[in-house]
């Protein structure tokens, strides 16, 4: 019905910039809530950053002034701007929303596959 489809992840440099970037797509009504979360290995997915409908955001404290979060809601798409990359960044940043689909009653929370960022010298 729903899919998230990751983008833009990849290799950077310490204090290097990267862009990820996350298409909802399918049989939506609505997006509402949307964020993005990372999985470093070993290690438990955190939220990093999210945003709501209306563009309220929230950040975790350690990418605070050096991330960005932001949506085009014309075309159901998600941005995660990053700067500053600090090698601590390094994980597996996924995609998340809360979805009105069409012809369903309720908010349906997706998840994207994944894309990997990685922050070495």
């Known amino acids: 019905q729903v899919q998230l489809v990751e983008s833009g992840g990849g290799l950077a440099q310490p204090g290097g910039s990267l862009r990820v970037s996350c298409a909802a797509t399918g049989a939506i009504f609505r997006v509402n809530a949307m964020g993005w979360y990372r999985q470093a290995a070993g290690k438990q997915r955190e939220l990093v950053a999210s945003i709501t409908s209306g563009g309220v955001t929230t950040y975790t404290d350690s990418v605070k002034g050096r991330f960005t979060i932001s949506r085009d809601n014309a075309n159901n798409t998600l941005y995660l701007q990053m700067n500053s990359l600090r090698p601590e960044d390094t994980a597996v940043y996924y995609c998340?929303?809360?979805?009105?689909?069409?012809?369903?009653?309720?908010?349906?929370?997706?998840w994207g596959q994944g894309t990997q960022v990685t922050v070495s010298s």
């Open positions: 998340n929303a809360d979805v009105l689909v069409v012809g369903v009653r309720g908010n349906y929370n997706y």
